[in-house]
């Protein structure tokens, strides 16, 4: 079992940055494939970013050259950092990560951050 903590949400005007954390209960965190989805109200969840193990990375049309992700493997914790935030990006963020060695895929969540831009 993994459990993932999230933090890093708020209230932030248009143009405005925000960076989300996301802490690993857990070893061998640095072989996780890691990912970020957000769900807005009445929307599917759907996926942000995500980083393999080995650092490659991929995003949402929608945030690419405005959201990064990355980890810091000694802390356990994979961070979002959001840049130029517009309303559109409104949801809540959800943190996410599963063990590719293993053969039947188990993805974990984090319990979500609620992320508000608005002027």
């Known amino acids: 079992q993994v459990e993932l903590v999230e933090s890093g949400g708020g209230l932030v005007q248009p143009g405005g940055s925000l960076r989300l954390s996301c802490a690993a209960l857990t070893s061998g965190f640095r072989y996780y494939v890691v990912g970020w989805y957000r769900q807005a109200p009445g929307n599917l969840r759907e996926v942000v970013a995500t980083?393999?193990?080995?650092?490659?990375?991929s995003y949402a049309d929608s945030v690419k050259g405005r959201f990064t992700i990355s980890r810091d493997h000694l802390k356990n914790t994979v961070f979002l950092q959001m840049n130029d935030l517009k309303p559109a990006d409104t949801a809540v963020y959800y943190c996410?990560?599963?063990?590719?060695?293993?053969?039947?895929?188990?993805?974990?969540w984090g319990q979500g951050t609620q992320v508000t831009v608005s002027s």
């Open positions: 980083e393999t193990p080995a650092g490659g990375t």
């Open positions: 996410t990560a599963y063990d590719p060695r293993i053969p039947v895929r188990d993805d974990y």
